[in-house]
């Protein structure tokens, strides 16, 4: 009461410890004992992918041929007027359907087509595609 002491006698003694006693409650009800703690949600589930298809994946070869190797991947519409091989069918490999020429095909690529060389490979990650790719056959 060392605020009120001071304070002069008029009408408006009351409104002032009525302010008081509003600014207090406003002040404990903030504090943080009083609060909830939000709880976040748990993270995903981690995905693990296989390393022959997150190569497969991640050079891009799903774009052109697709995820089965069906041939119907994101931009073989923009490749219309070219043949994208559908791995599927061992009969549309230009070069021939082993793992061997499949590598070798990876690793130089093929004139005259968009199937570029992906030369920038290291040879286990072109075996992880190769093989990946044979096993989409049928």
């Given at each position: 009461?060392?605020?009120?002491?001071?304070f002069?006698?008029?009408?408006?003694?009351?409104f002032y410890?009525?302010?008081?006693?509003?600014?207090?409650?406003?002040?404990?009800s903030?504090?943080?004992?009083?609060?909830?703690p939000?709880k976040?949600?748990?993270?995903?589930?981690?995905?693990t992918?296989?390393?022959?298809?997150?190569?497969?994946?991640?050079n891009?070869?799903?774009?052109?041929?697709?995820?089965?190797?069906?041939?119907?991947?994101?931009?073989?519409?923009?490749?219309?007027?070219?043949?994208?091989?559908?791995?599927?069918?061992?009969?549309?490999?230009?070069?021939?359907?082993?793992?061997?020429a499949?590598?070798k095909?990876?690793?130089n690529?093929?004139?005259?087509?968009?199937?570029?060389?992906?030369?920038h490979?290291?040879?286990?990650?072109?075996?992880?595609?190769?093989?990946?790719?044979?096993?989409?056959q049928?």
């Amino acid at each position: 009461m060392i605020l009120l002491q001071n304070f002069p006698e008029n009408p408006f003694r009351i409104f002032y410890i009525f302010f008081l006693f509003i600014l207090v409650q406003i002040l404990i009800s903030c504090s943080p004992e009083n609060e909830v703690p939000i709880k976040e949600p748990p993270p995903p589930p981690a995905v693990t992918i296989p390393f022959p298809e997150a190569m497969y994946v991640q050079n891009g070869c799903a774009s052109c041929h697709g995820r089965e190797g069906n041939g119907r991947g994101t931009r073989s519409s923009l490749l219309s007027n070219s043949r994208v091989p559908n791995f599927q069918d061992k009969s549309t490999y230009i070069y021939g359907s082993s793992k061997e020429a499949i590598a070798k095909t990876i690793q130089n690529g093929i004139p005259g087509t968009y199937m570029k060389a992906y030369s920038h490979m290291r040879k286990k990650e072109i075996d992880a595609v190769a093989n990946y790719i044979q096993k989409m056959q049928k």
